[in-house]
């Protein structure tokens, strides 16, 4: 009996002992991960005023982050292989919109780039499209509007020929790209989907592109809010309108909708669209099938488009944007600052909890976040 009385003693004591561990931090921010398993812990700065704060033209990154300054891209690609294995990081393979169509092969060199929307997308596809019809990097270094010219590079069918892994069979795609230099180039996940809404949703681009993104997905992103408005009207992103078309919601609701509000149901173009879903998903970085040399960041402005063009022996930079890619007041572009400077800091640290291992895995932070199995005798506090 004193045995017993000692042992439940002693878990009282243990168990009290971890409800102080646990409650001290939960100061910290705390999310469970999809199979409830594990539960990730990271710190968060907000702006002394307690709002999240973009740079002033997202467009235009003028604060880089400090890895963006110092870490090349090279070295980026290695952090990023040892942060992927290191957990064992899993991320959903976007199947809607594969990797075979995302990765362009330059003809001139050995570059392989996969392309990730609101990251210098449309820019490098005008490059790599124009050299698939056989222009040379001299023709383009003498007139780089000729590559401005293209206004979409996105459609696979008019690339020329062997310039995608597509135009092979999958069976020679890792001979392949083991004899190429495969980059990417990301961004900020959270400031990727503001750059998404700010571009495809808020401006007045009236293109054919952009109505059917707006006419298409937009009906299905809307009707979604509507279906999980509890979780809408808890973060207080009730700012949306199905009725109109193309339907109108406000950027608090698109990034709860993007980060907080399950989608699984949802048609696979809509939830897996590159403009929102997840980079690491999208050019599946973390699969060691497809082992990336160069990772740069938007944030470096063009330093890391300049090293990777001076490797290929391209005496050019990026082309300058088509006139049509983004049309915009610029009453509409103060408007659009005070819309971010307003978003909540509550709202903002949950975003940034949904996305801290997708960030870290991408060199945006160096804060390693913490595992802890959970104890089912143990309160998790939240």
């Not at 696979?156 to 001979?175: A, C, D, M, N, R």
């Not at 009906?219 to 309108?241: F, L, W």
Request: charged content about 25%.
């Amino acid at each position: 009996m004193n045995s017993a009385r000692l042992f439940c003693a002693f878990f009282t004591i243990f168990a009290v002992f971890e409800l102080v561990i646990r409650f001290r931090e939960s100061v910290a921010v705390l999310r469970s991960d999809v199979n409830d398993d594990y539960v990730f812990i990271e710190e968060f700065e907000i702006s002394e005023d307690g709002n999240y704060r973009l740079t002033p033209e997202p467009e235009e990154p003028t604060d880089p982050p400090s890895n963006a300054e110092t870490v090349n891209g090279e070295e980026r690609a290695r952090l990023m292989r040892e942060r992927c294995k290191e957990w064992n990081a899993e991320f959903r393979v976007n199947t809607r919109f594969p990797i075979d169509k995302r990765i362009f092969l330059a003809r001139e060199g050995d570059l392989a780039y996969c392309s990730v929307a609101k990251v210098y997308s449309s820019s490098l596809k005008r490059i790599f499209y124009i050299m698939s019809k056989n222009r040379t990097a001299s023709e383009i270094e003498a007139d780089i509007n000729v590559a401005a010219s293209v206004q979409y590079a996105h459609y696979i069918p008019w690339y020329g020929p062997k310039s995608v892994l597509f135009h092979f069979p999958e069976k020679e795609w890792s001979s392949l790209l083991k004899s190429r230099y495969l980059f990417a180039f990301v961004r900020d996940p959270v400031d990727k989907v503001i750059s998404a809404y700010r571009d495809k949703f808020y401006s007045s681009t009236n293109d054919a592109f952009h109505h059917y993104i707006q006419t298409v997905f937009g009906p299905d992103i809307c009707n979604s809010m509507k279906q999980h408005h509890d979780v809408m009207e808890r973060y207080g992103a009730t700012t949306y309108n199905c009725d109109v078309t193309p339907p109108d919601f406000d950027l608090k609701a698109f990034l709860v909708w993007s980060f907080l509000v399950d989608k699984e149901k949802l048609p696979h173009d809509v939830r897996d669209n590159p403009h929102w879903s997840s980079q690491v998903s999208l050019c599946r970085l973390c699969d060691p099938t497809y082992e990336y040399q160069f990772i740069g960041q938007f944030e470096s402005g063009t330093r890391d488009v300049e090293s990777l063009f001076q490797r290929a022996g391209w005496n050019f930079g990026l082309p300058p944007p088509h006139p049509d890619d983004m049309v915009m007041s610029d009453q509409q572009k103060e408007f659009f600052r005070v819309m971010v400077n307003q978003l909540p800091k509550d709202l903002m640290n949950e975003i940034y909890r949904t996305v801290s291992l997708e960030r870290y895995v991408l060199g945006y932070t160096d804060q390693r976040p913490h595992v802890r199995k959970k104890l089912n005798y143990i309160l998790v506090l939240w």
